[in-house]
């Protein structure tokens, strides 16, 4: 069993498609196809049921991957770690962030830190909170950043608060409420809304609010970027709530204070089990210890 083998089955488990894992591979998808398949036979199982219109994973697929995912990490972190014993920090540094991150300029960071650590690759992804979270968990990232309610509880993570922010209504120019103040939930309750997937822990502070207030509403558009929000919202076709550090960076939309609003906390969050040397070097830029919890 080797590594690359390792780094194959991964790919094509993460993107349910050996054409796509081989091009994340960097190798001809016969050649990716060929090592799986002799891995299969050095295992005794088959790790993926292969049709003419997907690609899923067995249950031995599901219990191998897990397992996987985790020697390749230690495989990564020796490396990394004998380049730090010498003074160079070396390896992979995957951040995962929410679309919505207001507290810290991510790109201004990266930058800072490509800089200093040129040896480091850097990967950046984008998801929900709560998916976040897990993939931190699972090795899968070193770092997210994440907008969670008030009432919501981090476990098995290290973590920092970053900022809180309150929710602000965002409407079209020409909208009725445009030329108001602020408004309350009450009043926005007749609105239709169009926000996050339902669940997902950006949705779920808005939801709350709404419930606490004896309220309910219209989320008659549930998609997963800011971006196309906004084009909805440009539209006239909804309206939505988003954290008030964020929205200067929507154009040609209208913002109002809402007097009854959520509060969001940002924080960053890295494993509670182990900090590769390129996540400390990244918390360290951001002057935060990689040891103790929020």
Same mark, same amino acid.
């Given at each position: 069993?080797?590594?690359?083998?390792?780094?194959?089955?991964?790919?094509?488990?993460?993107?349910?498609?050996?054409?796509?894992?081989?091009?994340?591979?960097?190798?001809?998808?016969?050649?990716?196809?060929?090592?799986?398949?002799?891995?299969?036979?050095?295992?005794? %199982?088959?790790?993926?049921? $292969?049709?003419?219109?997907? *690609?899923? @994973?067995? =249950?031995?697929?599901? &219990?191998?991957?897990?397992? +996987?995912?985790?020697?390749?990490?230690?495989?990564?972190?020796?490396?990394?770690?004998?380049?730090? %014993?010498?003074?160079?920090? $070396?390896?992979?540094?995957? *951040?995962? @962030?929410? =679309?919505?991150?207001? &507290?810290?300029?991510?790109? +201004?960071?990266?930058?800072?830190?490509?800089?200093?650590?040129?040896?480091?690759?850097?990967?950046?992804?984008?998801?929900?909170?709560?998916?976040?979270?897990?993939?931190?968990?699972?090795?899968?990232?070193?770092?997210?950043?994440?907008?969670?309610?008030?009432?919501?509880?981090?476990?098995?993570?290290?973590?920092?608060?970053?900022?809180?922010?309150?929710?602000?209504?965002?409407?079209?120019?020409?909208?009725?409420?445009?030329?108001?103040?602020?408004?309350?939930?009450?009043?926005?309750?007749?609105?239709?809304?169009?926000?996050?997937?339902?669940?997902?822990?950006?949705?779920?502070?808005?939801?709350?609010?709404?419930?606490?207030?004896?309220?309910?509403?219209?989320?008659?558009?549930?998609?997963?970027?800011?971006?196309?929000?906004?084009?909805?919202?440009?539209?006239?076709?909804?309206?939505?709530?988003?954290?008030?550090?964020?929205?200067?960076?929507?154009?040609?939309?209208?913002?109002?204070?809402?007097?009854?609003?959520?509060?969001?906390?940002?924080?960053?969050?890295?494993?509670?089990?182990?900090?590769?040397?390129?996540?400390?070097?990244?918390?360290?830029?951001?002057?935060?210890?990689?040891?103790?919890?929020?």
């Amino acid at each position: 069993m080797e590594l690359q083998q390792m780094r194959y089955v991964v790919a094509v488990a993460e993107t349910s498609n050996f054409t796509r894992a081989a091009e994340r591979c960097l190798v001809v998808q016969s050649a990716l196809s060929h090592q799986i398949a002799r891995l299969e036979r050095e295992l005794g %199982a088959r790790l993926f049921d $292969r049709t003419s219109r997907r *690609v899923r @994973l067995t =249950p031995a697929g599901e &219990a191998f991957v897990p397992v +996987a995912r985790q020697c390749l990490e230690a495989a990564e972190r020796a490396a990394s770690e004998v380049a730090a %014993a010498v003074g160079e920090i $070396r390896g992979r540094l995957a *951040v995962g @962030l929410i =679309p919505t991150v207001a &507290a810290v300029d991510i790109p +201004a960071v990266l930058r800072d830190f490509r800089q200093q650590y040129p040896h480091v690759r850097i990967n950046l992804r984008v998801g929900a909170s709560d998916e976040l979270v897990e993939q931190v968990k699972e090795g899968i990232i070193e770092v997210a950043f994440l907008g969670l309610p008030t009432t919501a509880r981090l476990h098995g993570v290290n973590a920092r608060e970053l900022a809180r922010d309150r929710l602000v209504a965002v409407i079209p120019p020409d909208h009725p409420l445009a030329e108001e103040p602020a408004v309350d939930l009450r009043r926005l309750s007749s609105e239709v809304f169009v926000d996050l997937p339902a669940k997902t822990a950006g949705r779920v502070q808005s939801d709350l609010a709404f419930s606490a207030a004896g309220l309910s509403r219209d989320v008659a558009f549930e998609v997963t970027t800011s971006d196309f929000m906004a084009r909805l919202i440009a539209q006239g076709l909804c309206i939505a709530m988003l954290p008030s550090t964020y929205v200067p960076q929507l154009t040609g939309l209208t913002t109002i204070e809402v007097t009854d609003a959520p509060t969001r906390i940002e924080y960053i969050i890295w494993s509670r089990d182990s900090t590769s040397p390129a996540a400390a070097a990244f918390l360290d830029i951001l002057k935060i210890p990689a040891t103790g919890t929020q």
